[in-house]
């Protein structure tokens, strides 16, 4: 019998990345998403056809106990946020809603329905914040520096504290940034290699950046979504970071991507103040050597390649 896997978040940019994994691993897929007035299904229309979509919300624990009473999964990756950190400041309290209660409403629906359904926490880099240590591991102390930080850190606690309290199986992947073709166009990858193909097919002349100085361990979604399986396919719980291992700044972020479409960025970058953050996250690098141990996982794209794959399919999707 084909193990059943639900995914909170399956319309983002990872759920269409682990949908297809765990299609591929022969799971029955299960997809949680809240309701909309327009269809928001652009990231898996292709996959459309071998999942199973349902209707449920974070906010709502009535909605997830019946989304579990109903499919009665073996596994639930919860990747459902409020992820973007700039609309954190903006909207605090959704996010608190979403990105930190929102885990314990699921755990709490896990309990209610089966406590041997297998959890996985999408927790965040952005929980190391100022950073305590560089590189950042399993064991560097949190300092969120933003409202979305500060939840994604209750979400990863609420995560350790069921397993502790309930013996959940339980895990929390800590993963700094991935991103992808597929990641949401305000993120700064996205908007950047956007940019550039737009400004390439002579639709703008310039491209409104934040602070350019602020440093990212970037890796490719896919790549990342192999990390969460593997979490849950282990005997023993635990919490792993998951990351490339180098940093590189913004700054660094455009002269790749414009270059890749043969331009130079300084001739097109404006730093634009209304894109600084209130507290920024100034560097991060994240130590992944307990999941290149016992997960036996790593990642097969490097920044430079994930730079030039997203270029290549922003040029090709104005093209078309
Ligand atoms: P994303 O593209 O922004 O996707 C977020 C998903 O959450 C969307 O499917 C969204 O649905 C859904 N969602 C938001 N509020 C919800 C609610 N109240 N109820 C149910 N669903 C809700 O994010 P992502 O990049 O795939 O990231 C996946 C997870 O990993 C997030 O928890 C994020 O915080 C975390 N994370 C991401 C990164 C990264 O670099 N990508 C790094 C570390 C951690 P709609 O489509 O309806 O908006
Ligand atoms: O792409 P970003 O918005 O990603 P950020 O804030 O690092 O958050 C992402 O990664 C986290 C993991 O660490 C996830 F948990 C989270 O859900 C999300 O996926 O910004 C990256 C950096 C920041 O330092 C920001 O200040 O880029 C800088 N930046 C400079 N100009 C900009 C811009 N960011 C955005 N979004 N837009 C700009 O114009």
Redesign the pocket.
């Known amino acids: 019998m084909a193990k059943r896997a639900l995914i909170?978040?399956?319309?983002?940019?990872?759920?269409?990345y682990l949908a297809e994994h765990l299609l591929a691993e022969g799971y029955e897929v299960i997809g949680?998403?809240?309701r909309?007035s327009t269809v928001?299904i652009e990231?898996i229309s292709h996959i459309q056809d071998r999942l199973t979509l349902l209707s449920?919300?974070?906010?709502?624990e009535v909605s997830l106990i019946n989304v579990l009473r109903d499919c009665r999964p073996h596994e639930v990756y919860?990747?459902?946020?409020?992820?973007?950190v700039q609309a954190s400041w903006s909207q605090p309290v959704l996010t608190g809603?979403?990105?930190a209660l929102?885990v314990t409403r699921m755990l709490d629906a896990i309990r209610i329905i089966d406590p041997e359904i297998r959890f996985y926490q999408?927790?965040?880099?952005?929980m190391f914040g100022r950073v305590q240590a560089v590189p950042q591991d399993e064991n560097t102390p949190f300092y969120p520096r933003s409202p979305?930080g500060v939840a994604?850190v209750y979400g990863h606690w609420i995560t350790v504290n069921y397993r502790e309290s309930y013996g959940l199986h339980a895990s929390s992947?800590?993963?700094?940034?991935?991103?992808s073709p597929?990641?949401?166009l305000e993120?700064v990858t996205r908007k950047v290699t956007n940019g550039v193909a737009r400004i390439k097919n002579g639709l703008d002349t310039e491209l409104r950046l934040g602070n350019l100085e602020a440093h990212r361990d970037w890796g490719y979604?896919a790549d990342?979504v192999r990390a969460m399986w593997a979490m849950l396919q282990r005997d023993t719980p635990d919490d792993f970071v998951i990351a490339t291992g180098e940093t590189h700044s913004v700054r660094e972020l455009c002269e790749v991507a414009f270059a890749a479409a043969g331009l130079n960025y300084e001739e097109f970058v404006v730093v634009d103040p209304v894109f600084f953050r209130p507290a920024e996250v100034d560097l991060l690098v994240g130590d992944s050597s307990k999941a290149h141990r016992l997960l036996g996982w790593k990642c097969d794209v490097d920044f430079y390649g994930l730079v030039e794959m997203m270029v290549a399919a922003d040029l090709q999707a104005l093209q078309r």
Do not use: C, P, W
């Not at 399956?10 to 269409?16: A, C």
């Open positions: 909170t978040g399956i319309t983002g940019q990872d759920g269409s949680v998403m809240r909309s928001n990231r449920g919300d974070l906010m709502d919860n990747l459902a946020a409020q992820s973007f809603e979403t990105t929102g999408a927790s965040s880099s952005e979305y994604k992947g800590i993963l700094f940034n991935h991103e597929r990641r949401g993120f979604a990342y």
